[in-house]
């Protein structure tokens, strides 16, 4: 004898179907996407921000890796974590002698950066790095330059104020300049009264390919003041008498790695303008 389905009560059939959709909200909030992007609390943060930051820089490398959309929020947590490390240091490190060329001390940058290479999430890092340097002005400046990864952003805090009273003042990078090239970063700091310093952007093929840009600071705001072209074969060198920036000013579009003409240009800060003053014709290097 055939028995009939049992008849289903209307709300309980609308209470089951709420239930089961709950539950698969659930499960897809807690797969292993979205739980890593999940956000540190701020007890985590403070406790252990290099456990916090390195859920966040993973988080940001593979974004990027991945092609994906990037959040500006993420790298901005990242960022400030960074900077409460980098400004512990600074305003309570114990002063180191006169940097060459300065007449007075300032925190010990050896100490800085030893505190800041704890955040430091590849092992060897490739790539990564996350490094104080001094810059010009009065009083000084300095610049906490992050490199997230050969696969991550890049980016640099500025930090100014009294001695023992430093605080973030400037930023650059991918969200505050659009045209900032943020793959991967060196900063050069030029040696002078004011803060001005140069990133160097790329450098990682055989032709040693980069795009320079240099920024002045004023305790305030920073500015580019110059960028060049991307330059294939290029180096630099930051010297008492300026920076050295010796590139391929004549490649062959035929053969790849062929120069026709190798020169090095002279650049300083003079008179509140970045110029350039002294260009020289180099012998092309021999394969």
């Not at 992007?37 to 456990?51: D, G, L, M, N, R």
């Not at 960028?227 to 630099?236: G, R, V, W």
Request: net charge negative.
């Amino acid at each position: 004898m055939a028995c009939s389905p049992p008849k289903t009560d209307p709300k309980t059939a609308a209470i089951g179907q709420l239930a089961i959709l709950l539950l698969f909200g659930m499960a897809f909030a807690c797969s292993p996407r979205m739980a890593s992007a999940a956000e540190p609390s701020a007890q985590t943060v403070a406790k252990a921000p290099e456990a916090a930051f390195g859920v966040l820089a993973a988080q940001i490398t593979g974004d990027r890796a991945e092609g994906g959309a990037e959040s500006e929020t993420l790298e901005e947590q990242a960022l400030e974590i960074l900077d409460r490390a980098a400004l512990e240091q600074l305003n309570g490190a114990q002063s180191s002698a006169p940097s060459p060329g300065s007449s007075s001390s300032g925190p010990n940058l050896d100490q800085v950066n030893q505190r800041l290479a704890a955040f430091v999430t590849h092992q060897p890092p490739v790539g990564e790095a996350y490094r104080v340097s001094r810059l010009g002005g009065t009083p000084a400046a300095y610049a906490l330059m992050v490199d997230f990864g050969l696969s991550g952003p890049s980016a640099v805090r500025l930090y100014a104020g009294t001695p023992g009273n430093l605080a973030l003042t400037a930023r650059i990078d991918r969200y505050a300049q659009k045209d900032f090239v943020d793959d991967y970063i060196e900063l050069v700091p030029i040696s002078g009264a004011a803060a001005v310093f140069v990133t160097a952007a790329g450098r990682t093929d055989d032709l040693q390919t980069g795009i320079f840009t240099a920024w002045y600071f004023d305790g305030h705001a920073v500015s580019a003041v110059w960028t060049s072209d991307i330059l294939e074969q290029s180096s630099y060198e930051s010297v008492a008498d300026g920076f050295h920036l010796t590139y391929c000013a004549d490649t062959d579009p035929g053969e790849t790695a062929a120069c026709h003409q190798m020169r090095r240009d002279r650049y300083i800060w003079q008179d509140g303008a970045w110029k350039r003053v002294e260009t020289t014709t180099l012998p092309v290097p021999k394969p």
